[in-house]
């Protein structure tokens, strides 16, 4: 039996999501043949032991260095401090990284890895190769275009990338140019083309609906249009995100703009209609007295919630997730309206606006603006996503299963 050693960043949920995806795909087809340990740190680690219940012995918890949370997404400023002095609590960065590096290392020479797949966690792909082990790095990220109040960050950017570059295989999560969502972030160098498979989105594959309809799926399945509002990202960014959607939400040409919002958090307080008399119902009660709704708050949407809602939505606004674009503009063929928080998703929604999938937006003005500018020109959006979504390639673990296949057998 082939020992293989996934490693998960810790920083955000979309690694961890991608893996989990991956997981699946190898339990389907290599159950018998593999046995998988995984590492992280932080709520990323806690989630491997809520889905590992079993084998706690091969979840293992090293602390990855990550940045400090700002007020939207990482701080900059906290965050390069915090290189040699502790900040909010955290020890100095320069001996958090001395310490994963040791501990990772340590965790090779016990467990023999065959092969090691690492998913934001850069560092692994040097110990990989210093090991002599195989290493997979999946990614859709390489050298991201950086704007011009960023520039300070392109040496970081090019370390990243150095060490990208030590794996055997980079695994691009999304479809082949020129279907490809994070075109911008990637910029490969010639000299590594070769290691590169554009392998297809980490898609967990069609939803089945088999529970009786919900409150929330009974309250929008004969509305005649709404849009999807998603929040995301840490406490503050949320708590940004939501101000901003409310400022929008006050504007004039806001309001008569039916909409759901998503506050991704298990908050069952936070769940409740708003009818367009202007009261505040319970969903029970929403769907009792069938009231005329201009606003939804969801705490927490179940997959099944999640995929009427996006079935039945007019757009999207999001933050420019790859993970999430992926399954909205292809999965979907719904337009988008991003609000980045990061350069990466900056990059991302550019290129859907480049090609008139979505719509970016930088400040509250932008955002209404754009939700106009998709009704009045939808027929434009809905034929430009048709074709995306022919060419939207969802085998992305079932092609990944395959590569690590052949890396264990040669």
Known sequence: MKKIGGFVYPWGNGHFTRMMHLDKAIQDTMKDDVQMHYTSSGEIYQKLLQKFPQNKDRIHNIEMPTPIDGKKGPSITLSSLNFLLPMSGRPPLLSVVTNYLRKEGNLYNNQKFDLV????????????????????????????KLWASRFYLYPGVIYVSKNIEKATKIIVADSPPPYTICEYNLNFTDKIKEKVVYVGHFSNGGIVHSKPKSYVEKLIENVDSFGYWMITGNKSTKKITLENYKTSFNSSEMIKERRLISHASSDSSLDRVLGKDGKTYSFAEAVEKKIDWIQIDVGFLSEQEKD???????????????????????????????????????????????????????????????????????????????????????????????????????
């Open 117 to 144: 797949i690492n998913d934001g966690d850069v560092g692994s792909n040097a110990i990989a190769q210093r090991r002599n082990v195989k290493c997979i790095f999946i990614t859709n990220q390489f050298r991201p």
């Open 308 to 410: 009427t809602v996006l079935n039945l939505c007019k757009y999207a606004v999001i933050n420019g997730s790859h993970t999430a674009m992926g399954e909205i503009l292809g999965g979907k063929a719904k337009p988008i309206i991003g609000i980045p928080v990061y350069d990466e998703h900056t990059n991302q929604i550019k290129w859907a606006q480049d090609r008139n999938l979505g719509i970016l937006a930088t400040t509250v003005k932008q955002t209404v603006k754009a939700v106009s500018l998709i009704h009045n020109d939808y027929n434009k959006y809905q034929e430009n996503l048709s074709e995306f979504s022919r060419n939207y390639n969802t085998g992305g673990t079932k092609n990944t299963v395959k590569i690590i296949s052949e890396m264990l057998e040669n």
